[in-house]
T-cell receptor
């Protein structure tokens, strides 16, 4: 069966510090991968998605970047965090086999920027 | 054309009651409509999904009703329980395209 991991689970970082969040998927090959941010009590904001290694699409201009160095690894980064980067970051994957975007989410990373 | 509008933003239901969450879409090319359930501090989990070739799909206490002509679909939770208290997201997509999510509904089921 497929599983998706995210780490760390929680993170407290000072403004101006760098960020690296990691997401890995097991049990599937060639997945679509997504990064979402969720502010408290709000909806899901799609940040980045990837259809393959090295292929990243950005949905919103921001202080963050994403990379996909391996088929089942997706990394969210920042060189200098802002207060507004605080939130709940979710990674998701979907299979292209069925043709429909049935997404499965990871457990999330709670980021607090102070 | 890509929006999915979800209502209400929040919903309070008594235990044993029926919870109803509605979504409306604009893009007539959408043909996959899932619902996700998210508990506090957790990632959303796929709850139930429907394709437009059927008007209703039921899984246990959860039912999706789909009205293609009105471009609306809804989630019904029968015999709502306090453990159903969560945020629910509807979503829609067309084949080979990404999901578009609604803004979410925070459901509280009082004991």
């Amino acid at each position: 069966s497929q599983t998706i991991h995210q780490w760390p689970a929680t993170l407290v970082q000072p403004v101006g510090s760098p960020l690296s969040l990691e997401c890995t998927v097991e049990g599937t090959s060639n997945p679509n991968l997504y990064w979402y941010r969720q502010a408290a009590g709000r909806g899901l904001q799609l940040l980045f998605y990837s259809v393959g290694i090295g292929q990243i699409s950005s949905e919103v201009p921001q202080n963050l970047s994403a990379s996909r160095p391996q088929d089942r690894q997706f990394i969210l980064s920042s060189k200098k965090l802002l207060l507004s980067d605080s939130g709940f970051y979710l990674c998701a994957w979907s299979s292209r086999a069925g043709g429909f975007d049935e997404q499965f989410f990871g457990p999330g990373t709670r980021l607090t920027v102070l | 054309q890509q929006q999915v509008k979800q209502s209400p933003q929040s919903l309070i239901v008594q235990k044993g009651g029926i919870s109803i969450i509605n979504c409306a879409y604009e893009n007539t090319a959408f043909d996959y409509f899932p619902w996700y359930q998210q508990f506090p501090g957790k990632g959303p989990a796929l709850l139930i999904a429907i394709r437009p070739d059927v008007s209703e799909k039921k899984e246990g206490r959860f039912t999706i009703s789909f009205n293609k002509s009105a471009k609306q679909f809804s989630l019904h939770i029968m015999d709502s329980q306090p453990g159903d208290s969560a945020t629910y997201f509807c979503a829609a997509s067309k084949k080979l395209a990404r999901l578009t999510f609604g803004e979410g509904t925070q459901l509280t089921v009082n004991p």
